[in-house]
């Protein structure tokens, strides 16, 4: 009865400190990819949260064509050791190799939530505050643009309205209805 009790705090406490660690790793890799501007005050946090692993981790792997495969390696292995860890508390016992493969799931639909939730905060901060300068709402703007811009030739805006949003959170909840569950699938992953 005691561990059950302190069990679910503990693992919301871990799930909690490494989902936000993940979020800022998978955001400065998402910046990077979409060329967001570096000198961003956010973009600038984001460095200085995540250089202490990936400095040396760079040295080791390089990026290729444009993509720092540091940050993703960086946040896999973060996500195995949060699961491990989970997994731990929990009272369950598995192999190292586990938390690895049943990290690659977890981390596609983070990154699927992260625009999911970009785009659903750029629609809302476009009806409250439209045109107003932030740099949280520029590197937003950067970030989604590669989804939006596209969507934005196959449905343009009409009388003012832009459904391109719309047309994007859809696709994004199908990619992820239809990718997540192969994925878990394949790994035999519990989460």
Same mark, same amino acid.
């Given at each position: 009865?005691?561990?059950?009790? +302190?069990?679910? $705090? ?13 979020? *800022?790793?998978?955001?400065?890799? #998402? #910046?990077? =990819? ?5 000198? &961003? ?5 984001? @460095? ?13 792997? /390089? ?8 940050? !993703? ?10 699961? +491990? ?17 049943? *990290?690659? $799931?977890? #981390? @596609? ?6 625009? =999911? ?5 750029? @629609?809302?901060?476009?009806? @409250? &505050?439209?045109?107003?300068? &932030? ?7 950067? +970030?989604?643009?590669?989804? =939006? ?5 196959? #449905?343009? /805006? ?13 696709? !994004?909840?199908?990619?992820?209805? !239809?990718?997540? /569950? $192969?994925? !878990? ?7």
């Amino acid at each position: 009865m005691g561990s059950s009790y +302190l069990t679910n $705090p503990v693992v919301f406490l871990v799930q909690t400190l490494f989902g936000l660690y993940l979020l *800022a790793i998978l955001l400065r890799f #998402l #910046l990077q =990819l979409v060329r967001a501007d570096f000198y &961003n005050p956010i973009s600038q946090f984001l @460095v200085k949260v995540t250089n202490p692993p990936l400095k040396p981790l760079r040295r080791i792997i /390089p990026g290729f064509g444009g993509i720092d495969l540091s940050s !993703l390696l960086l946040a896999w292995l973060l996500k195995a050791v949060e699961l +491990l860890i989970i997994i731990s508390i929990s009272g369950g016992n598995i192999s190292l190799i586990t938390p690895l493969i049943w *990290a690659i $799931p977890e #981390l @596609v639909e983070l990154l699927i939530n992260i625009y =999911l939730f970009g785009i659903l905060i750029q @629609v809302i901060l476009s009806w @409250v &505050n439209p045109g107003s300068y &932030n740099p949280a709402v520029s590197l937003l703007y950067s +970030l989604t643009s590669p989804l =939006l811009t596209p969507a934005q030739k196959i #449905l343009p /805006p009409t009388g003012g309205i832009d459904l391109s949003p719309m047309l994007v959170i859809i696709g !994004l909840i199908l990619l992820k209805m !239809l990718l997540i /569950p $192969p994925l !878990l699938q394949i790994t035999s992953s519990p989460f």
